[in-house]
T-cell receptor, first 115, second 115 residues
Framework: KAGVTQTPRYLIKTRGQQVTLSCSPISGHRSVSWYQQTPGQGLQFLFE???????NKGNFPGRFSGRQFSNSRSEMNVSTLELGDSALYLCASSLGGFGPQETQYFGPGTRLLVL | AQTVTQSQPEMSVQEAETVTLSCTYD???????LFWYKQPPSRQMILVIRQEAYKQQNATENRFSVNFQKAAKSFSLKISDSQLGDAAMYFCAYGTQGGSEKLVFGKGTKLTVNP
């Protein structure tokens, strides 16, 4: 099975711009989660989508948003970029569901640099 | 809110030796899941091992094993016969039960393996 893929892998933007990152989960996985990784804050949960619905949300401003499509692919969008948004954005997929937490499998990440 | 603490920012081990990475967590839940993830320089997060809190038996995966002490809220990772390829950042993560794939991560431990 193909792993989790993320596009693009690298991105350079300027302050005030917006950006959209894409994540394709492992085939059959219905849950997609997004994490932001920075040297200062470490790995922080952004949000999780399951069956096209946002099921959980971290403590990030409304500039961070996401969505999931019927094929489980997910996108996250950051509007009005700030310098502090520079980070590695990781996507993870799992089978999802409402029982025991499934193991999450991570993509290679998108490295975003805001100038 | 759940928190995960990794008190060792850096550790080093000689090749073929054994090393133990520490992790403590705080939660009021009785059912949960604990994970160790490895992040090599390529930045791809790789699952090392998973432990369900309701299981008393410590999880083992080849050279990797955990010491899960539920009452003490401790979850350490032991790497036996360390190999150069084990060099990476290791993250301890907490997952909750039921309908959420959110993970709470520790700050990580950087493991160096010396030849």
């Amino acid at each position: 099975k193909a792993g989790v893929t993320q596009t693009p892998r690298y991105l350079i933007k300027t302050r005030g711009q917006q950006v959209t990152l894409s994540c394709s989960p492992i085939s059959g996985h219905r849950s997609v989660s997004w994490y932001q990784q920075t040297p200062g804050q470490g790995l922080q949960f952004l949000f999780e989508y399951f069956s096209e619905t946002q099921r959980n949300k971290g403590n990030f401003p409304g500039r961070f948003s996401g969505r999931q499509f019927s094929n489980s692919r997910s996108e996250m969008n950051v509007s009005t970029l700030e310098l502090g948004d520079s980070a590695l954005y990781l996507c993870a997929s799992s089978l999802g569901g409402f029982g025991p937490q499934e193991t999450q499998y991570f993509g290679p990440g998108t490295r975003l640099l805001v100038l | 809110a759940q928190t995960v603490t990794q008190s060792q920012p850096e550790m080093s081990v000689q090749e073929a030796e054994t090393v133990t990475l520490s992790c403590t967590y705080d939660t009021s839940e009785s059912d949960y899941y604990l994970f160790w993830y490895k992040q090599p320089p390529s930045r791809q997060m790789i699952l090392v091992i998973r432990q369900e809190a309701y299981k008393q038996q410590n999880a083992t995966e080849n050279r990797f094993s955990v010491n899960f002490q539920k009452a003490a809220k401790s979850f350490s990772l032991k790497i036996s016969d360390s190999q150069l390829g084990d060099a990476a950042m290791y993250f301890c993560a907490y997952g909750t039960q039921g309908g959420s794939e959110k993970l709470v991560f520790g700050k990580g431990t950087k493991l160096t393996v010396n030849p």
